[in-house]
C-alpha cells in the first residue's frame, strides 16, 4: 500500500511511544459517563474492565463483522464525532478505515482524542503462511495484558477516573487472564507440535502459545476465494502427513472446510475472532470460549444429511396429496 505525505503526517501524529497525544480537557457528560468509542469489541471490553460504568462505550466493530472489510456507518460517524475519546488497535490493516476518515474530515479534533492501545509494530510478528505481519494480536492473552496496562496508564494520565477503582478493576482482569495463560500453557504440554489446518490466518497467537504448528491456510489472500488447486495441495499434504485437525472461524460458513474435513476424515475446531456472539460477549468469555473449543473438535456433519432426512417427509406429504386429489375428483363425480 502506498502512503501519501499527508497519510504520514497523520500516522506520525498517531503512533508514538507517549499514548497521550494531548492534555485532556474533558469533562464527564450531564449523567456523568464520559462517551468512548472502540473501534474493535475486545477494545471496548477492556475499558469496561478497568472503568467500569463510569463512561458509555459504542463498540464500532464486533464479532458480526469482518474487520478486514469494514466500511462506517452513518451511526459510528456521529459516534466518532461525538465521542470524548477514541481506542483504536493502532494496525494499519484493521483502522486504515479510521485513518482516511481523519483524512478526510481534516478534523484535529479527531486526531487530539484519538488513542492507539498499543504500538503494534512492537509486537506484530511476521507470519509464515502469509509472509507478511499477523495482526491479530489481541487472540494471545500475554499481549492483552499488555494492553490492558496501557489502557490503565492512559486513563490515569488523564486523571478522570478513581486510581483506585482502576487499580482494582485491572488486577482481576489480570488474574483472569493469567489463569487462561496458565491453563494454555498446560494444554501446550499436550498439543506441542500437533499439525492443523486453519481456514484463515487470524488465531497464529493463540495457536502457537498452545504449540500448534500451523501448515497451510485455506485462504490464500484476504478476501479470495481459495482455488482448486490450492485445496487439492493441502488435501494431499494433510493425507500424507496424517493430519487430522482443522481449525476453522466460528460463524463464517465456508464450505471448504466441511469438504476438506470429509476428504481427509478431520475434525473441526471453531474458534471466535473478536467479541460480540454466540454468547462470548467479552475479551475473556471470547479466550474462554477458544480454549475450550480446542479441547472440543467436532466431526463435520454428514454430507447431505439435512437433505436425506427430509426425504421421508416429502414422500409422505407428495402421497397424501395425491390421495387428497383423487378423493376430491370422486366426490365431484358423485356430486
Not at 490450492?230 to 472446510?257: F, S
Not at 478431520?266 to 454468547?279: D, K, Q
Not at 439435512?306 to 387428497?324: D, E, G, Q, R, T
Request: net charge negative.
Amino acid at each position: 500500500m502506498r502512503w501519501n505525505t499527508t497519510r504520514l503526517i497523520v500516522i506520525l501524529c498517531i503512533i508514538s511511544h507517549n499514548p497521550i497525544l494531548a492534555e485532556s480537557n474533558i469533562q464527564p457528560t450531564q449523567n456523568g459517563q464520559v462517551q468512548i468509542v472502540t473501534t474493535l469489541s475486545f477494545l471496548g471490553d477492556m475499558v469496561y474492565s478497568i472503568l467500569g460504568d463510569n463512561v458509555a462505550i459504542y463498540n464500532i466493530i464486533d464479532g458480526s463483522v469482518d474487520p478486514h472489510f469494514y466500511e462506517p456507518t452513518s451511526e459510528a460517524i456521529i459516534k466518532l464525532d461525538e465521542s470524548d475519546f477514541i481506542i483504536a488497535l493502532g494496525s494499519p490493516e484493521f483502522d486504515e478505515w479510521l485513518i482516511q476518515y481523519i483524512e478526510n474530515s481534516g478534523s484535529i479534533n479527531l486526531l487530539e482524542k484519538l488513542y492507539y492501545v498499543i504500538d503494534v509494530s512492537e509486537v506484530e510478528q511476521i507470519d509464515p503462511i502469509t509472509n507478511s505481519p499477523n495482526p491479530h494480536i489481541w487472540l494471545s492473552p500475554v499481549i492483552g495484558k499488555l494492553m490492558i496496562e496501557n489502557l490503565f496508564n492512559i486513563f490515569v494520565s488523564l486523571d478522570l477516573f478513581d486510581y483506585s477503582n482502576m487499580q482494582t478493576n485491572k488486577n482481576v482482569i489480570n488474574n483472569q487472564l493469567d489463569e487462561y495463560i496458565s491453563e494454555m500453557n498446560e494444554l501446550k504440554a499436550y498439543y506441542i507440535g500437533t499439525k492443523v489446518v486453519v481456514d484463515h490466518p487470524a488465531f497464529m497467537y493463540f495457536l502457537n502459545l498452545l504449540g500448534f504448528i500451523r501448515v497451510a491456510a485455506i485462504e490464500e489472500k484476504e478476501g479470495i476465494e481459495p482455488s482448486a488447486h490450492h485445496i487439492d495441495e493441502i488435501t494431499n499434504r494433510m493425507i500424507e502427513e496424517e493430519i487430522t485437525l482443522i481449525i476453522a472461524t466460528k460463524n463464517q460458513e465456508n464450505p471448504d472446510v466441511l469438504q476438506l474435513a470429509r476428504n481427509t476424515n478431520s475434525n473441526i475446531v471453531y474458534l471466535h475472532i473478536l467479541p460480540g456472539a454466540e454468547n462470548v460477549e467479552s475479551y475473556v468469555k471470547l479466550l474462554e470460549f477458544n480454549i475450550n473449543s480446542i479441547q472440543n473438535p467436532v466431526p463435520p456433519p454428514e454430507e447431505d444429511s439435512l437433505n436425506f432426512s427430509l426425504i421421508p417427509l416429502v414422500i409422505f406429504f407428495a402421497i397424501y396429496n395425491l390421495i387428497k386429489i383423487k378423493n376430491k375428483k370422486k366426490i365431484q363425480i358423485v356430486s
